[in-house]
Each structure stands twice: as C-alpha cells, then as structure tokens.
C-alpha cells in the first residue's frame, strides 16, 4: 500500500504544510502560517500524517520562495526518500499556486504573485491550463505590475498587485500541500533543484552559482 502513496510537503513559503495522498484521495494532511520555524516543525507535521506520512512517492515544492523554506523542504523531501527509497519529484510553488487558483477564476489566465525578497515579487504568468507560459522573476513591484497584465492575480501579494494596478481579481493564497493533486501531470518533475527566483545575497566562497529553473 506504500507504493501507492504520496507524501507532498511544502514549505518554500511563510506557510508549511504536508498531505498524505492515497490514490486520488487526500488521506491527511496539515496547513499552518509559521513565519519562520519551518525546520522544528516540518518533520512533526510529516510525523502526524496517518501512516506516519510513509509513501512510495514524494513530491515538494522546490520554490521559488524564502531561501531558507525551499533548502529545509528538499533536505527533508530527499532525506525520506532515501530512507524509505520512494520516488522523489519536485514542482514549483508558483505552480501550485496557479492550480489552486484555477478552480476559483474559471480557468482563465492569470498572474501569480508571491513574496519575495528585498521589496520584491516573484510573479509568473500562467495559461487557462494551468501551465507557465515564462518563468518566475523577481521584479519591484511597479515593475512586476506593469509587466503582467491578467486580470486574475493570485498569491501572497495579489491584493497588493490588484491594488497597484487599480484593478483586477485578487485570489489571496498560500501554496498548500493538501491542494496537490490539483497540479497539471506537467508541473511536476525528477529534477529538485531548488528554484530561488533570483540569486542568493550571499554564496559561500567557492561556491559554483547554479542556474534557477
């Protein structure tokens, strides 16, 4: 019945959340706004999963998002996968975001716009299938909002895009691993590098600059 599992944990974000998915259903799952503290946290949240979260696949959210969240997610995501030899993929948070949204905006097009750093938005533009029609970029948020022009902005800052703009539909949302399946087949993949959004303040010496997705 492991093998018939899947474990999403999300963490890139404010928010952290895990689900334990069997089949099509949702077996359980675990949503909280932290802040900060994702790391004493995500393995308690995954330990009180039915089944102790145990599955043959596990799918995490590789950002982009906070820096820190994205690296505690894919540590944990692989350390598991290793321990329990499951199956790991990755998505993008924004994606989840975007599929999320689709069930609320009539599967129209959109814009999703999430917290970034320094005063800026990550946003991504996204089709009425739910797909990314560019990747994510980290823009100030003048920029960000005349740079994408959909109607329907979801996220972390789409209240704010909307009121930048001076219109719009703004759908507030956190990515929540409990929405997962709701992601297109094509939003998910073998690769879990992380996807920062922009490139990190500060890298150890020596350190090779590796390219977002």
Not at 83 to 95: D, E, H, K, P, V
């Amino acid at each position: 019945m492991t093998a018939q599992r899947t474990l999403a944990i999300d963490c890139a974000t404010a928010a952290c959340s895990v689900a334990l998915f069997g089949g099509p259903e949702l077996h359980s799952g675990t949503f909280e706004v932290l802040g900060r503290g994702h790391a004493e946290r995500l393995v308690p949240m995954i330990a009180e999963l039915s089944e102790r979260g145990r599955a043959g696949r596990i799918a995490v959210a590789r950002g982009p998002g906070s820096f820190t969240g994205v690296r505690i997610g894919l540590a944990v995501a692989r350390s598991l996968a290793l321990a329990w030899r499951a199956q790991l993929q990755g998505y993008s948070t924004m994606a989840l975001v975007a599929a999320m949204a689709r069930s609320r905006s009539g599967g129209q097009a959109l814009t999703v716009a999430m917290e970034g750093g320094h005063g800026e938005w990550f946003v991504q533009a996204f089709d009425g299938d739910g797909l990314a029609i560019a990747d994510a970029v980290s823009l100030p948020p003048r920029q960000a909002v005349d740079s994408f022009r959909n109607n329907v902005v979801a996220g972390t800052r789409a209240e704010d895009f909307v009121e930048l703009a001076g219109a719009g539909t703004a759908l507030p949302l956190y990515s929540d691993a409990r929405a997962f399946l709701s992601l297109p087949a094509a939003a998910l993949s073998d690769d879990t590098a992380p996807i920062y959004g922009r490139a990190p303040d500060a890298k150890p010496s020596g350190a090779a600059t590796g390219k977002s997705a």
